[in-house]
């Protein structure tokens, strides 16, 4: 799904004008994308939490080359499902292919 179908779907299911979706949508993501470069977790209950984790730095070959690198140490944004959510995807999902 596109964030434009994502967008209308929002907009149908909520009775809200297109404008209004886009901007409850793009309000959201950036709330979560501040809150996160922040260094705090959002959760959401039932459906997982955005977080971010360090990285450490590490030696790695370029396998094309054969020459030897180092990446920097590096924060990197995560999202973990909930087991909720793990469950309801595994079920319909199931209940999808049986069909």
């Known amino acids: 799904?596109?964030?434009k179908e994502f967008i209308t779907l929002l907009a149908e299911r909520n009775q809200l004008s297109m404008r209004d979706a886009e901007?409850?949508?793009s309000g959201m993501i950036e709330m979560i994308m501040d809150?996160?470069?922040?260094?705090?977790?959002v959760q959401f209950?039932?459906?997982?939490v955005f977080g971010a984790r360090n990285r450490d730095a590490r030696c790695y070959t370029d396998p094309r080359t054969g020459e030897k690198s180092?990446?920097?140490q590096t924060t990197v944004p995560?999202?973990?499902?909930s087991?909720?959510?793990k469950k309801y995807v595994a079920e319909?999902?199931?209940?999808?292919l049986s069909s």
């Open 23 to 25: 901007a409850a949508l």
């Open 35 to 41: 809150t996160v470069a922040g260094g705090s977790n």
């Open 92 to 96: 319909v999902s199931a209940a999808r």
């Open 70 to 72: 180092t990446a920097e």
């Open 83 to 85: 087991t909720g959510f």
């Open 78 to 81: 995560f999202f973990k499902a």
């Open 1 to 3: 799904m596109t964030r």
């Open 45 to 48: 209950t039932g459906f997982g």
